[in-house]
């Protein structure tokens, strides 16, 4: 019986380079929250995972969309400060979440190998 | 994974604001400078931003850097003050000091060392990402 690796971690390895890509869009939005005209992106989890989910594997290529804001600032910047930190946080924790999942599923690997 | 370019992302803000940071204390250190013209009177300097997508491979998205663009000179009117005594006095008797308003550049002061804080906790959470990364499986 031979173990597919791809198959035995799942989906984890696969968000997890989708927290990472997208902290880096976070992080962008950060560094320019007082840039004149910015307009803050962000990645869609749930377009990602439609991708996967359907069969189409994952080729890393996301689409980044604007952010509609809840107000609009005079010099027409689109990051709300409180709000993107509170995104980059939370995604921080997801990342932290799913290579949590990923440490399990190599530890279960690791024992079904040692046998004990 | 591209983590790399999230210190790139969070090292440019840092830049940005310590260069904010830099015009707010040279406004403030001639906040109250006098000149012998209007001319040459110190005139307030604004950093200006402006964002930068670097090139990426085929498919990946750039993060959004911060660079900035330019410095501009403020164009606030200059502070005039009637003092027929200062040697630097014109033919009316006011002296020309620079249009530093001081209250203004606190609060830029403040601004710019909050987004700096920031940038490093983007960047420290980044590290943290990573070395979780690294340690996958040893336990």
């Known amino acids: 019986m031979a173990i597919n690796l791809d198959a035995a971690l799942g989906i984890h390895p696969q968000t997890l380079d989708f927290r990472v890509e997208r902290s880096k869009m976070l992080a962008g939005n950060l560094a320019n929250a007082e840039t004149p005209g910015y307009k803050a992106r962000d990645l869609d989890f749930k377009t990602v995972m439609t991708q996967i989910n359907a069969g189409m594997g994952h080729d890393r290529s996301y689409q980044a969309a604007y952010r509609v804001p809840y107000q609009t600032s005079g010099d027409q910047n689109t990051v709300e400060l409180g709000k993107e930190q509170a995104r980059y946080s939370r995604n921080a924790m997801d990342y932290q979440t799913s290579l949590t999942f990923l440490n399990m599923k190599i530890s279960g690997l690791k024992s079904a190998i040692e046998g004990q | ?139």
């Open chain 2, 1 to 139: 994974m591209s983590f790399g370019e999230i210190y790139d992302i969070a090292g440019a803000g840092m830049h940005a604001q310590t260069i904010r940071l830099n015009t707010v204390a040279s406004n403030l250190a001639n906040a109250g400078a006098a000149a012998e013209t209007p001319e040459t009177a110190f005139r307030a300097l604004k950093p200006v931003f402006s964002t930068i997508y670097k090139q990426t491979q085929e498919g990946q998205l750039s993060g959004a850097h911060v660079e900035v663009s330019a410095i501009v000179e403020a164009d606030a009117p200059l502070d005039m003050r009637y003092e027929p005594n200062h040697p630097y006095a014109d033919e009316q008797g006011y002296v020309a000091y620079s249009n530093v308003n001081t209250i203004d550049e606190m609060a830029d002061m403040m601004a710019a060392s909050r987004s700096f804080e920031t940038n490093v906790e983007v960047m420290n959470r980044a590290r943290s990402m990573q070395q979780g990364l690294l340690q996958l499986g040893s336990n």
